[in-house]
């Protein structure tokens, strides 16, 4: 019988197994971040261990970091967090691309630009996002940080062997529908748990015609449905990405990794504890509206009523939800009015984003009632836009253009959404506080965000991309 990939990588890191209890995997990379990782070092310090393989092991810092001014950093909790890592990456000898280094960037987001990130891997970090990684088709899930210490010190890890779902994604999508649609989509269908358990396989048509970027940002967001992960086969996009960055080998060693990969494929009749098909002529550019990333609704519908919705837990949720943001039931997604747009996180900020941001931008200002940023996810996606003149083209329409970081994804920096306010953010979570106490988060892409930027509330980019082509 055929295997899916995830079978596949699953079985090849298995150190041990017994029947009842979880395997013991092997884990490939481990990427590193200021915010989950102090109390792992301290735990190996007191108990007089090493790190096992810092060859396998790589920090950067992102959460906490300015990105405003680098040098100044009023929180003493987060130049704690900075300063800490710096002496835990020196002590125990694990690689760092500090505040400083040019490699800097969200940990998701450096991981695939240095080739760190390959497939068949299995990756883990403290961090839940890490399940972006499984685009380049490797089993990628974030961990606690008892766990972080684990790792750290065997290159290893407990799990519970996983379910496997495939989301098959037929058809051809509408000029305008991003992947952050697909995947708000999806949410928006099957709700924020629909994943719990299992790692998920993207297919079909669709994803098979997306770039790494794309294929990113989906399985960014595979957390936000409960699951473990996402990945999606690796393919000729996967390989001519990989081709040529920082740590990825070069020449005969780079082909035989790439026959290797080709073998990690799923097989045609591999079975799946789960399957959906979504026809992506379904799709639309999606704006959530509530406090959580499956409260969303396409830009063009109004928010639901409470007689949308069977069960009284589902009727109270809906109504706890638009009291925090300040909607009414019933009121057009297109009427909703926004203060704030970031344009940044590990779901949104690779240099594909920010083009096509600016293609929406260019020539146009951002509403005089608007606060808007553009946070680059990588010191190397910063100065790659800036080669290419982008960040001239959102500083002339009034974007603030930043260094890279989580900045306003999580309020751990000065980066905040005052009490009330509301921002279209091209962020993968809604949370009640995540933006800032009282802040009111609308998830979207990043043309749905430039478009909102120039209007002052949500408009159907589809519209303006018709004018304008993106790519
Ligand atoms: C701070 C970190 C542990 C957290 C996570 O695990 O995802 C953050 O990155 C987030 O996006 O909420
Ligand atoms: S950008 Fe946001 S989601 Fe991504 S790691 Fe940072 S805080 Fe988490």
Redesign the pocket.
């Known amino acids: 019988m055929g295997q899916s990939i995830i079978e596949k990588i699953w079985k090849q890191h298995i150190v041990h197994q017994e029947e009842g209890k979880p395997d013991l995997l092997y884990i490939d990379l481990h990427l590193v971040h200021e915010v989950t990782s102090p109390q792992a070092f301290s735990g190996l310090r007191m108990k007089g261990r090493t790190v096992r393989r810092p060859d396998k092991t790589f920090a950067t810092m ?2 906490n970091i300015p990105t405003d001014n680098r040098k100044v950093i009023n929180d003493k909790i987060a130049l704690n967090q900075m300063t800490t890592l710096e002496k835990n990456c020196e002590e125990f000898q694990v690689p760092l691309a500090g505040i400083d280094h040019p490699d800097q960037g ?3 987001v450096i991981g695939p630009e240095l080739g760190l990130t390959q497939p068949g891997m299995t990756i883990v970090c403290g ?1 839940s ?1 890490t399940s972006t990684h499984g685009a380049f088709g490797s089993i990628a899930f974030g961990i606690g940080t008892s766990e972080v210490e684990h790792v750290l010190a065997t290159q290893t890890i407990w799990r519970q062997k996983p379910k496997t779902l495939k989301i098959e994604i037929n058809g051809k999508r509408q000029q305008g529908v991003s992947a952050k649609d697909v995947i708000l989509y999806v949410l928006s269908q099957y709700g924020f748990d629909f994943g719990t358990g299992h790692v998920i396989e993207y297919t079909g048509e669709v994803i098979a015609h997306m770039s790494m970027e794309e294929r990113m940002t989906i399985c960014n967001m595979s957390i936000e449905g409960g699951a473990r992960a996402g990945l999606v086969n690796p393919d000729e996009t996967t390989f001519s990405y990989l081709r040529g960055r920082k740590y990825v080998p070069t020449g005969d060693a780079f082909e035989e990794l790439v026959t290797k990969w080709r073998s990690l494929v799923s097989d045609e009749d591999a079975t799946y504890d789960r399957v959906i098909t979504i026809d992506a002529a379904n799709i639309a550019p999606m704006v959530s509206w509530g406090t959580n990333p499956a409260m969303t609704s396409k830009v063009t519908d109004s928010i639901p009523t409470s007689s949308d919705y069977e069960t009284a837990v589902e009727k109270k949720s809906l109504e706890s939800a638009l009291k925090y943001m300040g909607l009414k039931e019933g009121q057009k997604i297109e009427d909703i009015q926004i203060q704030h747009v970031f344009i940044g ?2 779901t949104n900020s690779r240099l594909e984003d920010l083009r096509e941001a600016a293609s929406v931008i260019k020539g146009n200002k951002v509403h005089p009632d608007v606060r808007a940023l553009v946070v680059p996810g990588s010191q190397t996606v910063k100065s790659l836009a800036e080669e290419e003149g982008l960040d001239e083209i959102f500083r002339e329409a009034g974007f603030e253009w930043r260094d890279s970081g ?1 900045s306003m ?2 309020s751990m920096n000065n980066d905040i959404v005052p009490s009330g306010e509301h921002c279209a953010s091209t ?3 809604n949370f009640e506080g995540r933006q800032g106490s009282g802040a009111r988060t609308h998830l979207v892409s990043p043309i749905m965000a430039a478009a909102a930027a120039i209007h002052g509330h949500f408009v159907d980019v589809r519209k303006m991309v018709e004018r304008q082509p993106v790519r």
Do not use: A, T
């Open positions: 992102d959460h969200i940990v998701h961090d996002h996180s590990c989580c994804c999580l962020s993968n979570r």
